[in-house]
């Protein structure tokens, strides 16, 4: 795995704690972005020796909107003078308005989402649910983009023919039990915590439902990884590579869930009742797999690889 530096760690470590950051970039490397993304392979050397800088800085323009050039040390100074003004000033706003106390369960939430929260404006619970499912998202973005990276190692595991059946099958039964659980957190847990139309909702319940399709989310990357790491008989190797990349299908489907609880907020003077589908798909190719299976069933080879013990 390629080592982070100091600054990656601490900055990812106090993102995924729920602190805001204000980040401060040296002008000469900032000015330099546009020229990098015209040409990934530019030597930009002395300034920027490695190229991993302009991708942490595109992390930081997706995940903060608190950044600042600066030249000179007096200029971070200033900045800082104005931002802890500013936060004070609301601090102090919100503190008269009795909108202060973040509730237990979100004091280790991103700041943007606390304050949904204790602000509870119009339609708070979609935007509440929106950044919340956002947060979880990017996580796992990180957590998919590492694998397809190959900074993802784990133990092959190493089936003999008879059991590579058993395996699959169980597979597939646990990869449906997730999609199952997905759709009932969708259906039974998250729309009824927004509450009835004209009903405030319930912050907590909205939080434990995205909570726990992160969770799910988290079980289908541990599938992923069960998927990957195994070496089996060579005969049912198509089998496994068909289903490589299943699981980032589905993550790709959640991400269709914040899009479109951003496309209904985005309206201008909603009114009246609105219906928005959240849906997570089976993956593409299991009917092609189930097909596979069957034609694998009169297949010699298969036959003698299920009564081999390597």
């Not at 980040?23 to 490695?50: G, K, Y």
């Not at 800085?57 to 030249?71: A, M, V």
Request: glycine share 4%; charged share 25%.
């Amino acid at each position: 795995m390629i080592p982070q530096s100091v600054v990656n760690s601490e900055y990812r470590e106090a993102r995924a704690s729920g602190l805001d950051c204000i980040v401060f970039v040296e002008r000469q490397v900032w000015d330099l972005r546009p020229l990098f993304e015209r040409n990934l392979t530019a030597d930009l050397s002395p300034t920027v020796d490695n190229p991993a800088v302009f991708h942490f800085l595109q992390e930081l323009c997706d995940d903060t909107k608190w950044i600042f050039p600066f030249t000179r040390t007096e200029e971070i100074l200033t900045t800082l003078r104005v931002q802890l003004s500013t936060r004070l000033r609301d601090l102090l706003l919100r503190a008269r308005e009795n909108r202060l106390t973040v509730p237990v369960e979100f004091a280790a939430e991103r700041y943007e989402i606390s304050k949904i929260v204790v602000d509870k404006d119009s339609l708070w619970e979609y935007k509440l649910a929106c950044e919340l499912l956002r947060d979880r998202i990017k996580r796992l973005d990180a957590k998919y983009a590492e694998l397809e990276s190959g900074f993802v190692v784990r133990r092959t595991r190493f089936l003999a023919g008879r059991d590579t059946i058993n395996y699959i099958q169980d597979l597939l039964r646990d990869l449906t039990t997730c999609i199952q659980a997905v759709s009932r957190i969708l259906s039974d847990q998250l729309t009824p915590a927004f509450g009835p139309s004209g009903t405030p909702g319930d912050a907590v319940a909205i939080k434990r439902a995205c909570d726990n399709l992160y969770s799910i989310f988290l079980s289908l990357y541990e599938w992923e990884l069960d998927v990957r790491f195994v070496r089996p008989h060579e005969v049912f190797d198509p089998i496994f590579s068909g289903m490589h990349g299943w699981t980032s299908d589905l993550l790709t489907d959640l991400h269709s869930i914040p899009a479109e609880l951003d496309k209904f907020l985005s309206e201008p003077n909603i009114t009246g009742l609105h219906y928005i589908t959240l849906v997570i798909n089976a993956p593409k190719g299991l009917e092609s797999l189930k097909k596979q299976f069957d034609q694998m069933s009169n297949d010699p080879k298969v036959h003698a690889a299920l009564l081999s013990t390597s």
